[in-house]
């Protein structure tokens, strides 16, 4: 019986591990012989990484939080951010993001970060599974269903209206 505690505890161990290492990896650009966030990543290793731009971006944008409405019963439950820590794009939108979930309203939902290569791929996961084509691609899920995305930029004049209307298709 020992032994099979062993064996378990064992293989949990190193399922554990191996999974912690796939977090916050760099790769190189071939091109450039620059280094960007590869897999799955935390926020703090994104604002590490982005030292130059992250904070820049987060410090100077001014959140809209008139827009919301937070007296919505319902909410999305998980967020995936799909982005490219060399991209332009996801530069100046996930910083933005971030300072939006910085709210209290906000702070519940479970945001995972996945950072893609210049081909839009990434070992840890099928990309293609989640039709991600365009940075950043921000997935908004609720029971395990996607809701909707924001690809690129908002499609309004906002992050935060983007998120209200959403809000407001669930209730």
Known sequence: MMKKVFFFVAAMVLTASSLFSQMNRTKQDSATGEDFLYGFCTRSAIE???????????????????????????????????MGTWCRDSRREVPRFCKIFDLDYFKDIPVK???????????????????????PAIVFYKKGEELCRILERPRTESLESDIMDLMERIQ
């Open 48 to 82: 590490e990484h982005g030292d130059d731009w992250f904070k820049a971006e987060y410090d100077s944008y001014e959140v809209k939080s008139d827009v919301f409405n937070f007296e919505l019963p319902e909410k999305f439950d998980s967020v995936y951010v799909f």
């Open 113 to 135: 970060f996945i950072c893609l290569d210049k081909q839009i791929t990434v070992d840890v996961l099928d990309v293609d599974e989640y039709y991600v084509q365009f940075l």
